[in-house]
């Protein structure tokens, strides 16, 4: 025996040559097995099928075997639908056509507009009788209701505006000096006299609606009066209830 020798200078003992390094050829996308390895030789095998989720495949499988039902019977949850889901705006829309299929586009508008005349007809009758039921909103209210009595009550000379305008307007036009003189004056002093009349009348108002209302809303109620006292008393809408000098 040699020292140091090896097991190729022992009798009897069978060397086998060194094994090089085998570099192997693959074919396909990065992460297949090579060709001659794994249980599907010759035909790689990406990581997508390796990893995939058994559960989307699952689900994808139930929903092709799922058919679209009708509407009396349950659908399945994962069944397609067979159309878009609508919108909230098409969704109340159909509702309310639903719910008015008894009812044509014609018979519906006219009835709206029979509707419309029977309000406008008891709209009419309440400003004639002054029924605070029917009468329009800016005619409601018991502050608004004084305020008419108290300019039904008074006599206004702004109510004689309209006659006194065109009895100047034609002695306007009349070619006589004098008389075209007297109705500029006489409108200066009719725009004078309305003037001042309107500003005691609104006082007044305002103070007797302080006395009686004094929790109500009391807005725009002067203006209203003095708007109604200038028209004539004959005229007036809702129709005077008091009589002149009568006390509201």
Same mark, same amino acid.
């Given at each position: 025996?040699?020292?140091?020798?090896?097991?190729?200078?022992?009798?009897?003992?069978?060397?086998?040559?060194?094994?090089?390094?085998?570099?192997?050829?693959?074919?396909?996308?990065?992460g297949?097995?090579?060709?001659?390895l794994?249980?599907?030789?010759?035909?790689?095998?990406?990581?997508?099928?390796?990893f995939?989720?058994?559960? #989307?495949?699952?689900?994808a499988?139930?929903?092709?075997?799922?058919?679209?039902?009708?509407?009396?019977?349950?659908?399945?949850?994962?069944?397609?639908?067979?159309?878009?889901?609508?919108?909230?705006?098409?969704?109340?829309?159909?509702?309310r056509?639903?719910?008015?299929?008894?009812?044509?586009?014609?018979?519906?508008?006219?009835?709206? $507009?029979?509707?419309? $005349?029977?309000?406008?007809?008891?709209?009419?009758?309440?400003?004639a009788?002054?029924?605070?039921?029917?009468?329009?909103?800016?005619?409601?209210?018991?502050?608004? $209701?004084?305020?008419?009595?108290?300019?039904?009550s008074?006599?206004?000379?702004?109510?004689?505006?309209?006659?006194?305008?065109?009895?100047?307007?034609?002695?306007s036009?009349?070619?006589?000096?004098?008389?075209?003189?007297?109705?500029?004056?006489?409108?200066?002093?009719?725009?004078?006299?309305?003037?001042?009349?309107?500003?005691?009348?609104?006082?007044?108002?305002? #103070?007797?609606?302080?006395?009686?209302?004094?929790?109500?809303?009391?807005r725009?109620?002067?203006?209203?009066?003095?708007?109604?006292?200038?028209?004539?008393?004959?005229?007036?809408?809702? #129709?005077?209830?008091? #009589? $002149?000098?009568?006390?509201?």
């Open positions: 025996m040699i020292p140091g020798g090896g097991a190729a200078d022992r009798p009897g003992i069978a060397v086998s040559p060194p094994r090089l390094p085998v570099l192997l050829e693959t074919s396909g996308v990065a297949s097995f090579p060709p001659g794994g249980s599907n030789p010759g035909h790689p095998v990406p990581l997508g099928f390796v995939r989720s058994r559960a #989307k495949e699952e689900k499988s139930v929903a092709a075997k799922a058919t679209v039902t009708d509407s009396k019977q349950p659908r399945h949850p994962e069944a397609p639908k067979g159309r878009p889901t609508p919108k909230r705006s098409v969704a109340q829309s159909q509702r056509s639903v719910a008015n299929t008894s009812m044509t586009r014609k018979e519906a508008a006219k009835r709206q $507009r029979e509707e419309r $005349r029977a309000a406008l007809e008891r709209q009419r009758q309440a400003l009788s002054g029924d605070e039921r029917y009468l329009p909103a800016r005619d409601k209210g018991p502050v608004r $209701r004084f305020a008419r009595d108290f300019v039904d008074r006599f206004n000379i702004a109510e004689y505006f309209l006659p006194m305008a065109v009895v100047i307007l034609v002695m036009m009349i070619q006589v000096p004098a008389l075209q003189n007297a109705s500029l004056l006489l409108w200066l002093v009719v725009i004078v006299m309305i003037v001042l009349d309107s500003i005691v009348t609104g006082f007044r108002l305002r #103070k007797q609606l302080t006395e009686r209302f004094p929790d109500d809303n009391r725009g109620a002067v203006a209203y009066a003095l708007m109604r006292s200038l028209q004539m008393r004959r005229l007036r809408l809702p #129709k005077p209830q008091v #009589k $002149r000098g009568e006390r509201p």
